[in-house]
């Protein structure tokens, strides 16, 4: 008996640390690859300089006098989430509010199901999709003018509208629904309708819930690669014009990982090093943003 | 503007305009993959798709074996042994913000910490450790949020009757647990059948059949990509990526099932 308790005391113990050494495990893991991608993008950093970087818009990683400007990625990076957020924030946000406040239960059951699935399709396939629908249309209808191919900024953008709505429906629905029900009852009975009172009442009072999912399908969105690069064309061209190819951050780390070493691969750590800090900015904007909210709703 | 008759069904229509074009979006890209698959479908193209599906399962398994015990342990300790305070609230922030990282840069991590840094060579066996991080913040979160919902009472009547903290660990959090956990596992795998950038630089290229898990290989997702990056890529060329496109969205597909049975058996089984 006595011995048995030894045993499962010592099982106990060692759980216990088990559980302890998990714990400090995964807590480091974003710090260890903080390290590794900045160690692993330095070089070129401290060979080219940060601004120099960003603000270069050459890259010609062969060339004799190798160029690492990333100037045309980072605004095509910018822009196509942008313009992706403009189409996919009012489809997501209003399409939750009529599932959450006015579709009938076993509509919004079905609906949300299928969002889920959206959710959970590979982003290959998404590219796969655009590239044969979008990409084909663009391409029959205009290779007549030059310079366009079908893969475009637009296609990017079609592509990135699309992937980014599961996550601003699913995150806004969830919030609309957490609204307390004493609201929407005041709201009627102070004898508003339905629309008033979504607009006035409900997308009021769960827009912290809203600001996050808008934040969280961007992050989404400027990190997306796989889809991106299969409809983007690639080519790095300054992102003003919609039939043009361009190329993202993401998708110049991708094309060109395969067969760069040195500097070359060096700087494509130090692109992936900027498209973090983009992504830092954009978590930092939301904190403020909830912050700013939570005191002016107390 | 919502005063008026005319604003009010403005954004009625708004509204019906936007719930139509999510529908059509939804019809459109799962019957184009079901549509186009079904057609370019033949017996062939099934069975040069088992190597993918066996390194596809092989890398499932790596990254689950992994990820598992690290995601529950971590959540059993933040949820039932650490004291709110500097330490704990940095590693959940660390966490958190786990999720947010897109999957390049956990590609771009792999590649310097276990190929480089470690010397591991290209193979699954690389890649199944870096699904394994992609996946963790999931599993703990999911872990976490079920511990949140058992009843306090519940714990504390387990330390009351005597119960050592493990113990109601192990006998009374854990099952409780099991269907959040189980549906963290779901999704993990659906995450990972998925992911293409995450492990595009590790896994190496196809080689015929995986043999060994210290093989280089290719995923059902990674091949597609190549397929489509270089129709001439792979034999059946075009006409395979379909195929592999149908494959994974049905396999989405099961695992959305899956989530939404578990969720129903469970709730069955409390009684509400």
């Known amino acids: ?298 | 503007m919502l005063n008026h008759k005319f604003g009010i069904n403005f954004v009625k229509y708004a509204m019906y305009l936007s719930l139509i074009l999510l529908i059509a979006f939804i019809a459109l890209i799962i019957g184009y993959i079901v549509l186009e698959g079904l057609a370019q479908l033949n017996l062939d193209l099934l069975i040069s798709s088992n190597p993918l599906i066996v390194s596809t399962l092989m890398l499932i398994g790596i990254a689950l074996i992994v990820a598992i015990p690290l995601g529950i342990f971590s959540a059993i300790y933040m949820q039932m042994y650490a004291k709110q305070g500097r330490i704990i609230s940095l590693i959940r922030f660390s966490i958190d913000s786990l999720t947010g990282i897109p999957s390049i840069i956990y590609g771009l991590f792999a590649l310097s910490f276990f190929i480089y840094y470690f010397g591991l060579n290209r193979s699954i066996f690389a890649a199944g450790l870096a699904m394994a991080i992609v996946i963790l913040p999931v599993l703990i979160k999911n872990t976490e949020e079920a511990i949140k919902t058992i009843e306090r009472s519940q714990i504390e009547a387990s330390l009351a009757l005597g119960a050592t903290k493990y113990d109601t660990v192990t006998k009374v959090v854990v099952p409780f647990c099991l269907d959040g956990i189980i549906n963290g596992v779901i999704l993990s795998i659906g995450r990972i059948i998925g992911e293409t950038a995450a492990i595009m630089f590790v896994i190496g290229t196809l080689n015929g059949f995986p043999t060994s898990i210290f093989e280089p290989s290719a995923t059902l997702a990674t091949h597609l990509y190549l397929i489509l990056q270089e129709p001439t890529y792979a034999q059946g060329g075009i006409q395979e990526a379909y195929s592999l496109a149908l494959i994974l969205l049905l396999i989405v597909i099961i695992l959305n099932v899956l989530v939404k049975f578990v969720e129903k058996y469970f709730k069955k089984k409390r009684g509400y």
Do not use: C
Not at chain 1, 34 to 55: T, V
Not at chain 1, 217 to 227: L, Q, Y
Not at chain 1, 231 to 238: L, Q
């Open chain 1, 1 to 298: 008996m006595l011995a048995k308790t030894k045993k499962s005391e010592k099982k106990r113990l060692l759980f216990e640390s088990l559980y302890r050494l998990s714990v400090i495990f995964s807590g480091l893991i974003l710090f260890i690859i903080i390290i590794f991608i900045f160690a692993s993008g330095f070089p070129a950093l401290k060979e080219y300089g940060f601004f120099e970087m960003i603000l270069n818009k050459e890259w010609s990683p062969n060339a004799t006098d190798p160029q690492f400007g990333l100037l045309y990625m980072v605004l095509a990076t910018i822009i196509s989430t942008l313009l992706s957020l403009l189409i996919a924030i009012p489809i997501g946000v209003l399409s939750a509010a009529y599932l959450s406040k006015m579709a009938p239960k076993k509509i919004k059951k079905t609906i949300m199901f299928f969002v889920e699935i959206l959710a959970g399709i590979p982003s290959v396939i998404y590219g796969f999709f655009i590239l044969k629908t979008l990409v084909k249309i663009i391409y029959d209808n205009g290779k007549y003018i030059e310079g366009v191919s079908g893969n475009s900024m637009l296609a990017a953008i079609a592509v990135l509208a699309l992937m980014s709505l599961p996550t601003i429906i699913t995150v806004s629905v969830t919030s609309l629904d957490a609204i307390n029900k004493s609201y929407d009852e005041a709201s009627y009975a102070l004898g508003a309708n339905t629309i008033q009172t979504i607009f006035k009442v409900d997308l009021r009072a769960a827009r912290l819930g809203i600001m996050s999912a808008i934040v969280l399908g961007a992050g989404k969105v400027i990190g997306e690669t796989m889809a991106v690069m299969l409809v983007s064309g690639n080519a790095i061209n300054f992102p003003g014009n919609l039939l043009e190819p361009v190329r993202t951050l993401t998708s110049n780390i991708a094309t060109e990982m395969a067969y760069a070493s040195g500097l070359h691969q060096s700087a494509l750590y130090a692109t992936g090093i900027i498209l973090f800090i983009l992504i830092m900015i954009l978590n930092y904007i939301l904190l403020v943003v909830i912050k700013r909210g939570g005191t002016s709703d107390a």
